[in-house]
């Protein structure tokens, strides 16, 4: 097949999308693409108005951000629908099916919110939602998400670098990690009275995967804040790791000298390593990884795309992991 390389290194392969080079902005080659007619050459669902792109269906609060300018936060691919985006989720607190989370998720209350920073840092604390918020400029990144189940998709999401929040907790010399915990609240949400996971849901990052500019808090997606069901009021979004790794709803972030257990990895040690890092190479050990299914090309003549090292994110994190054995390190 033929690729086209876009700025950042990423391929794309020229039959889901036309020249990146060309153009600067997602809505700029939206336009083009629609003004030279490409939007019915397999391309239908980037017909119909441009604005209506990164614009959610109105019900929720707005949460506009910026176009980022951060290496590689600008997927040029098809957005996901914004639908497919909030029916066809994981959250296991709602429940193991993909359509609970969206139907059991009303009973979250992501206002008022607090998030607790502590550990290995000299400015701990308790920070509200509003000042969470307006810690750093909104930016909107595009990213690809893939879960480790051999799924995908694209979201426009909104938020700010996690290391925006990181800088202003000041962590110490001793912390090499960080931990995120969950909500983990019976009253308002169902799935934690079952043993499905350890709960409350608990993740981690090494620092410097932390402070990485494409690790995102976000608080949004397609201009409007979080349906509860992605994860309301706040949460991760990793782009280069399996989406487990991207904690939902998150009340705590601790700075350790440790390593942190994540829920998954207690779950089961030799599926959910603690970097998860996206890997064709890597199988899980009931499934290959070599490929994925977009969410919402379901159809007749769907195929599988082939899943990319880093999840298309090599060239911005694989230095990250530079002499790293990622099959052991897994
Ligand atoms: N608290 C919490 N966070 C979570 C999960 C979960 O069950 N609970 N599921 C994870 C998994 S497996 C994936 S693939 C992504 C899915 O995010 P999305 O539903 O917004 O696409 O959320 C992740 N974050
Ligand atoms: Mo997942």
Do not use: C
């Given at each position: 097949m033929h690729f086209l390389r876009q700025r950042d290194g990423q391929r794309i392969p020229s039959s889901e999308i036309t020249?990146?080079?060309?153009?600067?902005?997602r809505r700029d080659w939206l336009k083009s693409a629609g003004a030279l007619g490409l939007t019915g050459l397999g391309l239908s669902?980037?017909?119909?108005?441009?604005?209506?792109?990164?614009?959610?269906?109105?019900?929720l609060a707005k949460l506009p951000g910026a176009k980022?300018?951060?290496?590689?936060?600008?997927?040029m691919e098809k957005l996901t629908a914004y639908k497919d985006v909030t029916s066809y989720n994981n959250f296991y607190e709602f429940g193991?099916?993909?359509s609970d989370p969206a139907e059991?998720?009303?009973?979250?209350?992501?206002?008022p919110w607090s998030v607790v920073i502590e550990g290995e840092c000299n400015k701990p604390g308790r920070w509200g939602l509003d000042d969470l918020l307006k810690a750093a400029p909104m930016e909107e990144r595009v990213y690809r998400l893939r879960c480790v189940e051999g799924w995908s998709m694209v979201v426009p999401w909104v938020g700010y670098s996690l290391s925006e929040l990181i800088k202003k907790a000041?962590?110490?010399?001793?912390?090499?990690y960080v931990e995120f915990t969950t909500l983990a609240d019976k009253a308002q949400m169902p799935?934690?009275?079952?043993?499905?996971?350890?709960?409350?849901?608990l993740e981690g990052l090494r620092l410097d995967e932390a402070m990485h500019p494409l690790t995102l808090m976000a608080f949004g997606l397609y201009g409007e804040v979080l349906p509860n069901q992605n994860g309301a009021p706040l949460r991760l979004v990793v782009?280069?790791?399996?989406?487990?790794?991207?904690?939902?709803?998150?009340?705590k972030i601790r700075f350790t000298e440790k390593q942190p257990v994540s829920s998954w990895t207690k779950a089961a040690q030799q599926e959910y390593?603690?970097?998860?890092?996206?890997?064709?190479?890597?199988?899980h050990p009931r499934w290959s990884q070599a490929t994925e299914r977009r969410i919402g090309?379901?159809?007749?003549?769907a195929k599988r795309r082939q899943t990319l090292m880093f999840n298309g994110y090599e060239a911005q994190v694989g230095q990250l992991y530079a002499g790293m054995d990622l099959k052991k390190n897994f």
């Open positions: 020249s990146r080079e060309v153009y600067d902005s669902g980037l017909a119909g108005p441009v604005q209506a792109q990164t614009a959610g269906p109105g019900k980022s300018s951060v290496a590689g936060a600008n997927v193991t099916d993909k059991n998720a009303h009973t979250l209350k992501p206002r000041e962590p110490t010399g001793k912390a090499k799935g934690v009275r079952s043993g499905v996971l350890d709960w409350p849901y782009p280069w790791k399996y989406g487990f790794k991207s904690a939902k709803s998150i009340v390593g603690f970097f998860s890092n996206v890997n064709p190479l890597v199988d090309e379901d159809g007749l003549f």
